[in-house]
């Protein structure tokens, strides 16, 4: 099963949004979902700072800002093709 992480920050609207869009299609695509918050980690903060919530598939770059649904299930079904 696919491990897909939000890197955000607490309090992010986007972020918010972005998860629950992703819990919604969790069951349907099967997928699990990590949170990671950039606050207080410099290097994280320095990497995803302006870009919030990025998106990662299995520890690969998907997108940042938000989530488009229909390009997400091409990018899981890419990701998954691929293994």
Partial sequence: ME?????????????DV????LESMKSELHFEIEKIYIDGNSELEKLYGEQI???????VH???????PERFRS???????RR
């Fill in 53 to 59: 919530p990025v998106i990662h598939i299995d520890g």
């Fill in 3 to 15: 491990l897909v992480t939000v890197f955000g920050r607490h309090g992010c609207h986007l972020c």
């Fill in 18 to 21: 972005a998860t629950d869009l």
């Fill in 62 to 68: 998907h997108d940042f800002f938000k989530v488009d």
């Fill in 75 to 81: 990018s899981l079904e890419k990701h998954r093709q």
